[in-house]
């Protein structure tokens, strides 16, 4: 059919078209074949303007290029199979066929059949050829919803038509033994006390020690010896980032299906002024910390922030607020405006990092910049709290909206408490020291609480192994969306949100820098060869088993390793070992 819009010269000189046909069969004719006119004219009209384009006659368009144009511009030309009445059996087909218009299939699929019959799809080349702003009318309608049946749930396990919105809330430098929901003392949250006994809570969500690495392999699925992050950005002389052009993160692909996404606060995995990722790794908007200016100059993040918000630098004025306000601000203002689609909001919390401060509203409260900040771990509980006060902000925003029953909220955190923190955890009264950046669990046991009203089982407790590179593949399950170009190693836990009966990972990887280990829930292996039973949280670690000890599961562990670097074939699923 492409050749029929701009046939090569010399192959239609001498073409006669003999007509005899009677009125009736010219009316029929119109009425079947209006459909095919509207494509071959508009096309016909595209080829002429690549022509125009290019300088050369219309007979010399390329017919790959011309197909690629067209598919771009969802004109499809390619002949129906006989007898088969579905142009596009489901949601997924389309997407895999129409990238970037996967939104638009719950409005052609006008008798929410999950499927594009093509009466339905003539009748959108219809709609288009008659709407010259077909686009922007059809984004700002609501499209048919697909009929629910109680308590019939998809393979994918969640209602036919259904894309819950999902907030991922990512505090920095947060263990679990400073939350009152995991036994945590002394620190009031009664935000997160609240998302644990209305939703689940994970006892054993694990992460890398540190900072850039967890955010990267948070954002791809993908462990930091892959995807190039395995130290912390900090030095503006380092050029280290996350490639876009090698990864998609979980944004890049929930756009794809039609989802509006945001995230607001520490980037931190390449540098903003010089390496601006944030639109390519899928956000259509962004309010973050800048940590350098132009200059090389480290900036403020709480008092006198320095923020770059949808690509221009911010200072003056938001020099007035605290940053982490500004942050939600922004983020319940998201909210508001795309409430009435499906979104993502990724909240990277700049709490609680150092500098140690006094949050607004303390009697010993100043608002000077993070550089002359020089308070001590005294500040930790504050700092714990106002977090807290942020997510409950952002929460009752939800409700307001009338959005909760169709929304998820997250709480996770990138790495374990900082080293000068001590906190109270237990009945014991166990002094729990911070393990940033230690390759233990004090470094990289993190909490993990997630709430979804009327779906997810209140006050419900998971023991199962959960890692970062999780988070990807759930919410592409969540979200019905397409996988990434990378290799995933993370393993959905939304079977595990639903309460359904899951078998559980048997272990997870955690890395920084140079190194490298796998935690069972008995083990834990370096890549070094190093064994050392795990301990008990508030106990001390452990020494290393003499080497010649535990044979087998020395070996079960190099095959472990073996499988994720690609040296050997991995013989079974994490969930059937």
């Given amino acids: 059919p ?39 004219g508009e096309s016909a009209g595209v080829a002429a303007a690549m022509a125009v384009d290019a300088s050369i006659p219309v007979q010399d368009v390329p017919y790959n290029k011309l197909r690629q144009k067209l598919e771009d511009l969802d004109q499809k030309l390619d002949r129906e199979q006989p007898g088969k009445s579905a142009r596009w059996k489901s949601q997924n087909e389309w997407n895999q066929q129409k990238k970037g218009w996967e ?19 003539n009748a959108f080349q219809k709609y288009k050829a008659k709407h010259k702003n077909w686009e922007d009318s059809l984004r700002k309608k609501k499209a048919a919803p697909t009929p629910r049946k109680k308590g019939v749930r998809t393979p994918a396990g969640h209602l036919p038509g259904d894309k819950p919105n999902i907030i991922l809330i990512f505090a920095d430098d947060l263990g679990i033994e400073a939350l009152n929901s995991y036994g945590g003392r002394g620190v009031r949250t009664p935000h997160l006390d609240k998302l644990a006994t209305g939703g689940m809570l994970f006892t054993h969500c694990f992460a890398n020690p540190a900072c850039s690495p967890s955010r990267a392999e948070l954002l791809t699925g993908t462990y930091p010896s892959f995807n190039g992050v395995q130290h912390v950005l900090s ?28 995230v607001a606060g520490k980037w931190n995995i390449s540098w903003l002024e010089r390496n601006d990722t944030v639109k390519a790794f899928g956000f259509d908007e962004h309010c973050l910390w800048q940590m350098y200016d132009r ?17 221009k630098v911010e200072e003056t004025s938001i020099a007035e607020r605290f940053g982490p306000d500004v942050l939600t601000d922004f983020m319940i203002d998201f909210m508001k405006r795309k409430k009435d689609r499906p979104f993502l909001v990724y909240y990277p ?50 409700d307001e909206l009338g959005i909760s029953n169709n929304t998820i909220v ?25 393990g940033k950046m230690t390759m233990t669990d004090r470094g990289s046991r993190v909490p993990l609480i997630v709430s979804w009203p009327n779906t997810i089982k209140p006050g419900t407790r998971c023991d199962d192994l959960v890692e970062l590179a999780d988070f990807l593949p759930t919410f592409l399950e969540i979200a ?57 949280l508030g106990r001390p670690e452990n020494r290393p088993e003499r080497q010649g000890d535990h044979e087998a599961v020395r070996n079960e562990m190099k095959r472990i390793f073996a499988s994720i670097d690609g040296v050997a074939p991995e013989r079974s699923s994490q969930s059937e070992r």
């Avoid at 939104?103 to 799809?121: K, N, R, V």
């Avoid at 709480?411 to 014991?428: Q, R, Y």
């Avoid at 890395?511 to 834990?524: F, S």
Wanted: glycine share 6%; aromatic share 12%.
């Fill in 103 to 121: 939104w638009l299939f719950p409005h052609i699929d006008t008798d929410s059949d999950g499927q594009i019959s093509a009466e339905e799809y």
């Fill in 480 to 536: 019905s969306a397409p996988k990434p170009v990378q290799r995933v190693h993370g393993q959905s836990f939304f079977p595990q949100l639903l309460g359904k009966e899951q078998p559980s990972k048997q272990w997870v990887h955690i890395e920084y820098k140079n190194d490298r280990q796998i935690r069972t829930r008995e083990w834990i292996y370096t890549a070094k060869g190093t064994l050392t039973r795990v301990n008990e």
């Fill in 410 to 434: 997250i709480f996770c955190a990138d790495n374990g408490t900082h080293g000068p923190v001590t906190s109270i955890w237990g009945e014991n009264i166990t002094r729990i020291k911070g």
């Fill in 235 to 262: 030095k503006w002389d380092d050029d280290t980032y996350l490639d876009p052009n090698q990864f998609n993160s979980f944004a890049n692909q929930l756009k794809k299906a039609g989802y509006a996404t945001a």
């Fill in 349 to 398: 919390a700049l709490l609680v990092h150092t500098p140690y401060i006094r949050v607004p509203g303390g009697p010993e409260t100043n608002a000077l910049p993070d550089s002359k900040q020089k308070k001590g771990p005294e500040c930790f509980p504050e700092m714990v709290e106002y977090l807290d006060k942020n997510v409950g902000r952002l929460v009752n925003a939800v």
């Fill in 2 to 40: 492409y050749e029929a819009i701009v046939p090569r010269k010399g192959e239609c000189d001498n073409l006669v078209v003999p007509v005899c046909v009677s009125a009736s069969h010219i009316a029929f004719t119109s009425i079947r074949m209006e459909p095919v006119w509207m494509n071959l």
């Fill in 295 to 311: 200059n090389g100059v480290k900036r403020s993040r709480f008092y006198k922030p320095y923020f770059r918000i949808n690509g």
